[in-house]
């Protein structure tokens, strides 16, 4: 039996949208029609999630499912397996409690699986846009051990742990774009409208205008004239450099330059090395083999050269040579992390290390981005407040020369 998402009409000619479980698509025609519908569309929903796959994010906004909304289906699916609930009763139980169609229709297709005998990890495998490879390969491992309320528990927290760290690095970057976008605005505003008003006024006395007068004239004249057009040029910029960093080798020369910066190196560090560290806690302390653990870790991390340096780390480790020493070949981890993970190696309690560094980098670049946008939007407003004040002396200083313009 599997999950068929379907599209009939009533006797009214409205269209419904649902998921059915049948057999086969021919099964499901039929049970609509035993509702008075009259089936329109009929496919399977993993053959749906094939075709998302294939024909690439046309769509993936509107069908992608949140990561909030990932970890409450965990949640409530670690609840209903603690309390020996069978597993397709439990993926059931969840579906129906999901008020979004494409959770539901996810979580019946994965129940379609379990039934027909595969392992919870194989049925999650057909929807990899949704379950990314951590979290297949930490429920295989707690189905292999019989934890997988405990596994779930912890992907739970995980997913939950990833977001709020994503929620304060965003949260704590708005303030200043905000600011950023509303300074450029009113400067903007100010250039191509309120000055030229002003200047007009001594532009037919044909005398020779301040020389910060003449600047700001000129700054005007090219907002009024080429605004848009450099607006254009700035955007299509953006693009092509998008498109230039999706050669890896390119975009490894730019993360290689960014870690060179003094903050915004410390900031990336500190970012790749706290879900590194978080994601290798998890999975090994779900009993996932060290090496797959690490090379899971390592797809996680944005920073290619760091990435690299997890690879040549997991190559080190594979030969017998420790974790933290093989990491700290790279010099791009922090020494605070390299020496927990091995003092976790030393002491046979490596990944409640790792839970600590984690937790320890998580902390420090809280602190990092909190003082930076702290120190960010004081200088953005008094930045703002100078420029305007330059504007403002701009348009004075001919009035204070007001007698030297009339002779």
């Known amino acids: 039996m599997g999950a068929f998402e379907y599209t009939a009409l009533d006797s009214a000619g409205q269209s419904h949208k649902g998921?059915?479980?049948?057999?086969?698509?021919?099964?499901?025609?039929?049970?609509?029609?035993?509702?008075?519908?009259?089936?329109?569309?009929?496919?399977?929903?993993?053959t749906q999630e094939a075709r998302g796959q294939r024909g690439g994010t046309r769509f993936g906004l509107l069908r992608r499912v949140s990561t909030t909304e990932l970890s409450l289906l965990t949640r409530q699916l670690a609840t209903l397996v603690r309390a020996a609930l069978p597993l397709e009763e439990a993926?059931?139980?969840?579906?129906?409690?999901?008020?979004?169609?494409?959770?539901?229709?996810?979580?019946?297709?994965?129940?379609?699986?379990?039934?027909?005998?595969?392992?919870?990890?194989?049925?999650?495998?057909?929807?990899?846009?949704?379950?990314?490879?951590?979290?297949?390969?930490?429920?295989?491992?707690?189905?292999?051990?019989?934890?997988?309320?405990?596994?779930?528990?912890?992907?739970?927290?995980?997913t939950e742990g990833r977001e709020i760290?994503?929620?304060?690095?965003?949260?704590?970057?708005?303030?200043?774009?905000?600011?950023?976008v509303m300074s450029f605005g009113i400067v903007s505003i100010l250039l191509a409208y309120v000055v030229p008003k002003v200047v007009q006024v001594f532009e037919n006395s044909h005398?020779?205008?301040?020389?910060?007068?003449?600047?700001?004239?000129?700054?005007?004249?090219?907002?009024?004239?080429?605004?848009?057009?450099?607006?254009?040029v700035l955007v299509a910029a953006g693009v092509l450099f998008g498109r230039w960093q999706r050669d890896p080798a390119h975009r490894r020369r730019v993360d290689q330059w960014l870690l060179t910066l003094p903050l915004?190196?410390?900031?990336?560090?500190?970012?790749?090395?706290?879900?590194f560290t978080r994601t290798l806690s998890i999975l090994t302390a779900?009993?996932?083999?060290?090496?797959?653990?690490?090379?899971?870790?390592?797809?996680?991390?944005?920073?290619?050269?760091?990435?690299?340096?997890?690879?040549?780390?997991?190559?080190?480790?594979?030969?017998?040579?420790?974790?933290g020493r093989s990491l700290a070949a790279s010099r791009l981890f922090p020494p605070m992390t390299i020496h927990l993970i091995s003092s976790g190696e030393?002491?046979?309690?490596?990944?409640?290390?790792?839970?600590?560094?984690?937790?320890?980098?998580?902390?420090?670049?809280?602190?990092?981005?909190?003082?930076?946008?702290?120190?960010?939007?004081?200088l953005l407003i008094v930045a703002m407040g100078l420029f305007v004040m330059g504007i403002v002396f701009a348009m004075l200083l001919p009035i204070f020369a007001m007698n030297s313009l009339i002779r």
């Open 19 to 46: 998921v059915l479980e049948g057999d086969t698509a021919r099964h499901v025609r039929a049970l609509l029609r035993e509702k008075a519908l009259l089936p329109v569309a009929v496919t399977e929903v993993v």
């Open 91 to 158: 993926l059931l139980a969840v579906s129906q409690q999901t008020e979004r169609p494409r959770v539901q229709s996810i979580l019946l297709g994965v129940r379609a699986r379990v039934m027909e005998g595969h392992t919870l990890a194989a049925g999650l495998a057909d929807f990899p846009r949704v379950f990314p490879e951590i979290y297949r390969a930490t429920v295989a491992a707690g189905e292999q051990s019989g934890h997988l309320d405990v596994v779930l528990e912890r992907l739970a927290e995980y």
């Open 165 to 180: 760290l994503r929620q304060k690095v965003l949260g704590a970057m708005l303030y200043p774009i905000v600011l950023t």
């Open 207 to 232: 005398a020779q205008l301040p020389f910060m007068t003449r600047v700001l004239v000129a700054f005007s004249d090219f907002i009024r004239h080429y605004g848009i057009a450099a607006v254009l």
């Open 264 to 275: 915004a190196g410390k900031l990336l560090r500190g970012f790749n090395t706290a879900r």
């Open 286 to 323: 779900s009993a996932v083999p060290v090496l797959d653990a690490l090379r899971i870790s390592g797809e996680v991390v944005t920073s290619l050269p760091m990435r690299d340096a997890v690879t040549a780390a997991t190559a080190r480790v594979r030969e017998g040579a420790p974790i």
């Open 346 to 378: 030393a002491s046979g309690r490596l990944e409640n290390m790792l839970e600590r560094a984690a937790i320890n980098q998580e902390r420090e670049l809280e602190g990092l981005v909190s003082a930076l946008t702290g120190l960010l939007g004081p």
